[in-house]
């Protein structure tokens, strides 16, 4: 994995998923339960790895997370995708976080990132060719 921490938001490019946080996602001491974050990447991967195939794909690895920033209550969290590598049955995508603080006026806040690779299966959940749908 690239550990890379980007020097800006990248507003030049359109995000898998875009979500503001809510209450009911926090953890013990009120800021945005990891578990929520690695949840919406581990999405936000499958939906790019659907531009590569139409079928079933499944997560087989999530390299390491490192949390850069809390992701707060009400910030507007983008997740940001990119094929790094496709092979016969799978595809590895890079996810970067950014948090948008709500209450904070509106500064980007670069939260994590991650390499996620997912395999093509077939209704057996045996690997399939990307493209076999």
């Known amino acids: 994995m690239t550990a890379l921490v980007p020097e ?3 507003s030049d490019k359109m995000p898998a998923i875009r979500q503001v946080m809510m209450p009911r996602d926090t953890n013990a001491v009120g800021t945005i339960f990891g578990g929520v974050i690695l949840s919406q990447i ?3 991967a499958a939906i790019e790895a659907h531009t590569h195939h139409l079928g079933k794909v499944v997560t087989v690895s999530m390299d390491k997370v490192d949390f850069k920033a809390p992701v707060r209550v009400g910030d507007l969290v983008s997740f940001f995708t ?3 590598k496709t092979g016969r049955t799978s595809i ?3 996810v970067a976080v950014w948090a948008q603080r709500r209450f904070g006026g509106g500064e980007q806040k670069y939260v994590t990132e991650a390499e996620v690779t997912m395999v093509a299966v077939d ?3 045996k690997p399939t060719p990307l493209g076999s749908a």
Do not use: G, N
């Open 8 to 10: 800006t938001y990248p």
């Open 42 to 44: 581990d999405l936000a």
């Open 82 to 84: 990119e094929t790094r």
């Open 92 to 94: 590895t995508v890079h």
């Open 123 to 125: 209704d057996d959940f």
